[in-house]
Structure formats: C-alpha cells, structure tokens
C-alpha cells in the first residue's frame, strides 16, 4: 500500500509569485484535505477535495484554490504570495469525503522571501 | 465556535507514564483524533476515538473522553525517548448538512522524555 506523498519538499519563492504543491493520495483513496501549518502552530484546514469536487472550505482568501484529478492526486495552488504563506503545507487522504480518518503526507515546506 | 486547546510542554522521565490533555468546544464532533509530529515531518496519526466511547486502549496508549466536560486526554505508558514530540488533538465537527471534512488542531503539546 502506497502512502500519501507530496512534492516538491521544499520551495523557496518571493513575494507576488505564485506556487503549486502536488499530492498524491493513499491507495484506495479518493478524498484529499490541504493544511497550512505556520511555524509553531496545528494545522489550519484550507479545503478538501472529494471526486474532483471541492468539499467544504477553511477561512482562506480565493487566492488559495486546488485541483483534483481522476486519481484522486491535487494540486494546491496559491497566487500572489505574500510573506505569512511561509509555512509547512500539509496534505491529507481519506476515503468518502467528511471527517473519515486523515492520514497525512510529509508536508512541503514553503518559504517566501 | 470551534477551538481546541492543548498544554505546550510537557516532561517527564523514561519509563513514566505520559498525560497530554486537551479541550474542544465543538460538542457535535463525531470522532477525535490525537496526531504525532517529529521534527520536520508530517503528521502521524496514533489514534482516534468516536465520541460516543469513554475510552479506548491501544497498547501503550489510552484515549479518555470525558464529552460532558468536552475534554479529551491521552495516557503513552512506559514513555520513551523515541516518544518525543509534538501531540496534537483535533475535533472533526460538524456543519448543518453533514461532515465538513475538516478538522481542527490544537496548538500542540511538545512532549520531552529525558533519559
């Protein structure tokens, strides 16, 4: 069984540009969560994705937006970065869209200059 | 509102037992969750409780969930040096039309194990 993998691991970018972050889920998932974990804190939901749909919606501004795939893999893709974006970025997969177990990723960890 | 809250640290011997200890305020959340973080990593699930048990025992680890109080407690007995690291508890709470999917963390409790 194949866990949840993300990349890149780390990326360094400047204010104004913009990034995308890859998932791919756990085998025999079909839901995957993105999270945002500044330095020091718990993870902060910013959405999930269910079969290709976006599925409930954390307090992020409309510059955070994703992307789900047939597999079930997602991008997450932020534009107009600014400086508090820093933080490690944390993907989560489940089966069945709602709250089932989350069984997360290694995180990407974003620094922006 | 939704909001759980955690300890920051917490210290203790090898071979001691370990109590990390939380409060969440959403009372419609189906199950609760306790996550393990080592440094620079993603997060571990350990164990998971639905809110309808008052305990769960799994090896060395014991969930209590006292849901009167909203409070949530986890037990690592036997506590080793590998068991250092930041504990998060998260709710999964509820919107009006189901399962939102998300859940919510606390800050986290930094466990320290000396030898």
């Known amino acids: 069984e194949t866990g949840v993998t993300q990349s890149p691991t780390h990326l360094i970018k400047t204010r104004g540009q913009q990034v995308t972050l890859r998932c791919s889920s756990q085998?025999?998932?079909?839901?995957v969560s993105w999270y945002q974990q500044a330095l020091g804190q718990g993870p902060q939901f910013i959405f999930q994705?269910?079969?290709?749909?976006e599925n409930g919606r954390g307090n992020f501004p409309p510059r955070f937006s994703g992307l789900q795939f047939p597999n079930y893999s997602s991008e997450l893709n932020v534009n107009a970065l600014e400086l508090d974006d820093s933080a490690l970025y944390l993907c989560?997969?489940?089966w069945g869209g709602g709250a089932e177990t989350q069984y997360f990723g290694p995180g990407t960890r974003l620094l922006v200059l | 509102g939704e909001d759980v809250e955690q300890s920051l640290f917490l210290s203790v011997r090898e071979g001691d037992s370990s109590v990390i200890n939380c409060t969440y305020t959403?009372?419609?959340?189906?199950?609760l969750y306790w996550y393990k973080q080592e440094p620079g990593a993603g997060l571990q699930l350990l164990t998971y409780?639905?809110?309808?048990?008052d305990m769960k025992q799994d090896q060395r680890l014991t969930v209590l969930l006292n849901k009167k109080d909203k409070h949530l407690s986890l037990r690592i007995a036997d506590t080793q040096t590998g068991d250092s690291a930041i504990y998060f508890c998260?709710?999964?709470?509820?919107?009006?039309?189901?399962?939102?999917?998300?859940?919510?963390f606390g800050q986290g409790t930094t466990l320290q194990v000396k030898p």
């Open positions: 994705y269910y079969r290709e749909e």
């Open positions: 085998s025999g998932h079909n839901t």
């Open positions: 409780i639905f809110s309808n048990m």
């Open positions: 989560a997969s489940s």
């Open positions: 998260a709710e999964s709470p509820l919107d009006g039309s189901g399962n939102t999917g998300k859940l919510i």
């Open positions: 959403d009372s419609s959340s189906t199950y």
